[in-house]
């Protein structure tokens, strides 16, 4: 390189590009501060040795067009050496002694090259985002009209020519309803931008569909209202899944809820989360008494909801999460006794984790009262079956036994006219009649079970009849060691009953409780009145009741007597039946070994 002025050199020294000078042997003979800070300091060395570290010319170099046609070149390289993409401008430099150098001008245009290929990349995906899209893309014109849209959306309202499409009038031939479309304007207009916004458009063919737009507006450079920008997502589908849900959940809620039988569901801990009709009928609550404020443990109680969750997570009950059946008695708030059956599971979610639990309570009350009423009649039957045979038996025992007892009490009357009232077989024959009296009359009472006593009801008090008894009873009392304790109301009031079939009563309890109690004991008899109610009790301290007879006791032919005379099992079946024929009652209480008592209830008179 010739001379070149100072001021020159750093005016090239300024610039925010490289600049360098070769001459024509491709030797650097000047390099400016940019360039030297890009390539280092390589004045005197090889243009493309400085460049690319390469011994051959670069492939860019324009060295004949510029030193031989003495031309001007530009181009645009990318120097791998510093990842850069520079603009290129070689020009022929002539000097003063007349020789040639060229004068390259490197300019970077790295940035703004690769913005560029980056925006072609943007606008590529776009192009492909917007033509294959799942959803529909639309721009529109704020008077109504589709300017741009791509095929997703042309498919989705069922058209094949894009040119017809946006010449359709959206108000009118989209929307459902035109006035769906100006609400939607000046929703979007309003806001700037719709987001899932709900509506009804119809296809080409005339279906319906339910979409979802969301969507922005577009504005001109003045801020002036283009149009709308945005996406469609059909939801027909869905939404006719979601109507096929709700009307499955409508009929499963209107089965829950009419449902005659109490259904409950509760969290984990027992907070009720629902409560139908039937609940609300048997347990009287309403269900805005309960939901979410009451918990299962305040119905039933604390004990009988563990007990139930333990039997839950117990699989003899039903298996995992279930219990198939509990019967289940309480007590409402006014006192009503409720009897039912209940039925429970646990909820699981996904990971076997516990949600909630759900039951049913079927109210059984009328059912098991029902069931009672049956079975009480089946024992009514059943005894009314053995009174029947009981009294053809006695009808036939009176039949073979009043002849010969009737023959024998005229035998004896005849042999007394004969005897003396001082002889002392006379006294003989007096007893032997009296023996023969008391066994007819014994008869008599047999016969009374088949065939009730016609005996004319009286007033009675019964103090007078418990005392009588006691005369005949108190020698046989003290030859079995048992000690009779008396506590008779003074005025025990009057009741209406027949005689004998009192005497005959207690004369069989008395006699039970002396076979109870062989080795002697104690008897206790009192009486009472209460709410115009007399009340005999029979208490003994003899072998007592086993308990699964207890029930049984009354009825006719039962006994736990062993001997074969004393075990016919009529005694306290006949005294039963005396007591409730009177309008009274007999309950018996026991304990097995220890000791028995009767309480025999009448209504006294006018009561």
Request: proline content about 2%; overall charge negative.
């Given at each position: 390189m010739t001379d070149h002025t100072p001021r020159l050199l750093d005016a090239l020294d300024a610039f925010e590009e490289g600049i360098y000078i070769i001459n024509d042997d491709y030797t650097v003979e000047y390099m400016n501060k940019f360039m030297k800070e890009l390539f280092g300091d390589g004045v005197g060395r090889k243009c493309h040795e400085v460049l690319t570290g390469s011994g051959k010319p670069c492939d860019w170099c324009k060295y004949d067009e510029v030193f031989i046609n003495n031309e001007t070149h530009h181009s645009e390289v990318y120097v791998e050496s510093v990842d850069k993409i520079f603009s290129l401008s070689e020009l022929p430099v002539t000097n003063q002694d007349g020789t040639k150098s060229k004068l390259s001008l490197y300019r970077d245009i790295t940035h703004n090259v690769r913005q560029e290929e980056k925006l072609k990349s943007s606008r590529a995906s776009y192009q492909r985002l917007f033509k294959h899209v799942g959803c529909g893309v639309f721009i529109s014109s704020k008077k109504g009209r589709f300017l741009d849209v791509n095929p997703t959306l042309l498919k989705m309202l069922g058209y094949q020519d894009k040119e017809e499409f946006l010449s359709l009038d959206l108000a009118k031939d989209i929307y459902l309803k035109p006035e769906d479309r100006r609400e939607y304007t000046e929703i979007i207009e309003k806001k700037g931008h719709v987001v899932d916004y709900e509506v009804k458009w119809r296809r080409r063919d005339g279906h319906i569909l339910h979409i979802l737009l969301t969507s922005n507006v577009r504005y001109d450079p003045k801020g002036d209202i283009l149009g709308y920008e945005g996406i469609v997502v059909d939801q027909t589908r869905r939404k006719r899944h979601e109507n096929e849900l709700k009307k499955a959940h409508d009929f499963l809620d209107q089965i829950i809820t009419s449902s005659p039988n109490a259904v409950m569901a509760m969290d984990m801990q027992g907070t009720i989360k629902l409560w139908n009709q039937g609940a609300e009928d048997i347990f009287g609550f309403d269900s805005s008494q309960v939901i979410g404020k009451m918990s299962i443990q305040q119905i039933f109680s604390s004990k009988v909801a563990k007990k139930i969750m333990e039997m839950m997570r117990d699989e003899k009950f039903g298996g995992r999460g279930k219990l198939n059946s509990y019967p289940l008695n309480f007590k409402?708030?006014?006192?009503?006794?409720?009897?039912?059956?209940?039925?429970?599971?646990?909820?699981?979610?996904?990971?076997?984790?516990?949600?909630?639990?759900?039951?049913?309570?079927?109210?059984?009350?009328?059912?098991?009262?029902?069931?009672?009423?049956?079975?009480?009649?089946?024992?009514?039957?059943?005894?009314?079956?053995?009174?029947?045979?009981?009294?053809?038996?006695?009808?036939?025992?009176?039949?073979?036994?009043?002849?010969?007892?009737?023959?024998?009490?005229?035998?004896?009357?005849?042999?007394?006219?004969?005897?003396?009232?001082?002889?002392?077989?006379?006294?003989?024959?007096?007893?032997?009649?009296?023996?023969?009296?008391?066994?007819?009359?014994?008869?008599?009472?047999?016969?009374?079970?088949?065939?009730?006593?016609?005996?004319?009801?009286?007033?009675?008090?019964?103090?007078?009849?418990?005392?009588?008894?006691?005369?005949?009873?108190?020698?046989?009392?003290?030859?079995?060691?048992?000690?009779?304790?008396?506590?008779?109301?003074?005025?025990?009031?009057?009741?209406?009953?027949?005689?004998?079939?009192?005497?005959?009563?207690?004369?069989?309890?008395?006699?039970?409780?002396?076979?109870?109690?062989?080795?002697?004991?104690?008897?206790?008899?009192?009486?009472?009145?209460?709410?115009?109610k007399l009340y005999i009790i029979i208490k003994d301290t003899g072998t007592g009741i086993k308990p699964?007879?207890?029930?049984?006791?009354?009825?006719?032919?039962?006994?736990?007597?062993?001997?074969s005379v004393q075990g016919v099992g009529l005694g306290l079946s006949v005294c039963y039946g005396f007591i409730r024929d009177h309008g009274g009652d007999i309950v018996v209480e026991s304990e097995f070994g220890q000791w028995s008592k009767f309480t025999i209830m009448l209504p006294l008179e006018g009561e």
């Open positions: 409402k708030d006014n006192g009503e006794i409720v009897e039912g059956n209940l039925s429970t599971s646990i909820l699981y979610d996904g990971k076997g984790k516990e949600l909630a639990t759900v039951g049913l309570f079927v109210d059984l009350k009328e059912r098991l009262q029902t069931e009672r009423e049956l079975s009480a009649a089946r024992q009514h039957l059943l005894q009314s079956e053995k009174l029947a045979a009981m009294g053809r038996l006695t009808s036939q025992i009176a039949h073979e036994l009043n002849n010969p007892l009737f023959g024998i009490m005229n035998t004896l009357e005849l042999m007394k006219t004969e005897i003396s009232p001082e002889n002392k077989r006379r006294r003989l024959l007096d007893m032997s009649l009296s023996e023969i009296e008391r066994l007819a009359d014994m008869l008599k009472k047999m016969l009374s079970f088949s065939k009730p006593d016609q005996e004319e009801r009286q007033k009675i008090d019964i103090n007078v009849v418990i005392d009588e008894l006691m005369l005949l009873y108190e020698k046989r009392f003290r030859e079995n060691s048992i000690k009779v304790s008396l506590d008779l109301i003074e005025e025990p009031g009057v009741i209406i009953a027949s005689r004998d079939q009192l005497r005959q009563v207690f004369i069989n309890m008395f006699s039970n409780a002396m076979y109870a109690m062989p080795d002697g004991g104690s008897l206790e008899i009192a009486t009472s009145v209460i709410s115009g699964e007879h207890i029930k049984k006791i009354f009825d006719s032919f039962f006994t736990t007597k062993t001997e």
